[in-house]
């Protein structure tokens, strides 16, 4: 098992930016290929980013392409999620999960590894 601490969230105006960070500990970081999730009260948790355990392949739901750019630092065993150019519907609480498998990384599923989430909120 990893454990996953995200941090990085917060209030941010529209066209604002934010980095969010997933500190791993236990297994090697390396090991893992990382997601991003986020959701919002009564809704359904929805796919944002994900990246390989090697790095060298990453994948963007169609809502955030181009604006975010998912990246790892293995060294220091942490994930990242860059946000640029926010709007007020990216607000969201924020998950980064490890998976095993590279397969089906836009699918919850394939992760048996959360955090515990952390806030963003776009404002207008």
């Known amino acids: 098992q990893v454990h996953l601490v995200e941090s990085g969230g917060g209030l941010v105006q529209a066209g604002g930016s934010l980095r969010l960070s997933c500190a791993a500990s236990?297994?090697?970081?390396?090991?893992?290929?990382m997601g991003w999730f986020r959701q919002n009260p009564g809704k359904e948790r929805e796919f944002v980013a994900a990246i390989t355990n090697s790095g060298s392949r990453t994948a963007y739901a169609d809502s955030v392409k181009g604006r975010f750019t998912i990246f790892r630092d293995d060294a220091k065993d942490t994930g990242y999620l860059q946000m640029y150019s926010l709007k007020p519907e990216d607000t969201a609480v924020y998950y980064c999960a490890a998976a095993l498998s590279d397969i089906g990384l836009e699918n919850g599923g394939t992760y048996n590894n959360w955090g515990q989430g952390t806030q963003v909120t776009v404002s207008s």
């Open positions: 236990g297994r090697p970081f390396s090991t893992y290929a």
